[in-house]
């Protein structure tokens, strides 16, 4: 026995080395003598005869050299080439049966019918009992992809051997008791990595569809919106710093005129021979008092409540773009306010909107004082004017 067991090891060593293929990173001589291995474990756990023995490790050392051929239908290949070889060695025709009926109960679908055959069916699958389980499978799962290259992803790996441990049961009482336990752990391992995979992807997908929604809900505008939006609100703010200057310099302009009647035309008016001035006095004074309410009223801010409600940011009530509708708010309210805005479009295209709009009607206001201001100072100057005119003449 030892001496036909020793011929068969070099024979399929040398064999595998000379003849197949590198690609085959699983189903190679590690894989063989790691089924030889499990053999004899559950040979000297056993009550196999010695000749039993024999035939069980010479059909594990011979399973899987049929891939040198071919990879379908390979267990047909390796009973020829262990009939062949046996035969070169004088070996039984019975014997080379049995062995024959060993090798060929590897293809996974048969189902076993005696002890030997369940035997090596458990050893050739002994690996999925394995602490490195999960490194024989990435090897088997590398050599499909260069043999059949089929190119399975991590997700669909996963369901693949969850799939056949859950399916698989050992045959043999032996291999229950001793392997059982290891892969019912090895099988929890996968399950909980696909639950990491699909937590992962869960997450991933939550995460896409909240950009996705921001992106929708918030797209950044495009050049032409975002220009004319800056052109036209810096144009209103350049018109309204026009309207206060304009309004300042009438401001200046009659707070000097007034001081100096006050100081010049009133003290001559206690005279009795100037009473002629005091109608075109007061006409002016009357006109540059105007004027000077005018400017004020054009420059003076409109101070507003300074404060909403969240029911006013759901309904889009309230434009936060200007100061004077939260400046009464406390800090929290105003950037919870402002997020809400900005995940809504509409909402930031509308406040853009309405403070542009806003900014014209403030100022349609200011140019409208200012225009007043201009006219009552320009009729005051003009009747001033003709009214000292008249009164001098009248009294030379």
Known sequence: MENLLEDIEQYVTSYLNDHLDTSFVYHNLAHTQRVVSKAKELIEESDLTEADAELLLIGAWFHDIGFTETIEGHEKQSEIIASEFLKSRKVSDEKISNISKIILATEMSYEPKNTLECLIRDADCAHISSKNYEDYAALLKKEWELTKGKKVS???????????????????????????KRKGKNLANLIQSQNKIKANTEKLKQKKAELKFKKEKLDLPDRGIETMFRVALRNHMTLSDIADTKANILLSVNAIIISVALSNLLPKLDNPSNTYLIYPTLIFLVFTVASIVLSVLATRPNVTMGKFTKEDVANKKVNLLFFGNFHQMKLDEFEWAMNEMMKDKDYLYGSLTKDLYFLGLVLNRKYGLLRLTYTVFMVGIVISVLAFGISFYFSA
């Open 154 to 180: 991590k997700t669909e790996w996963l369901e693949e051997n969850i799939e056949f441990l859950t399916n698989h049961s050992f045959h043999s009482d032996i291999a229950n008791r001793k392997w059982q």
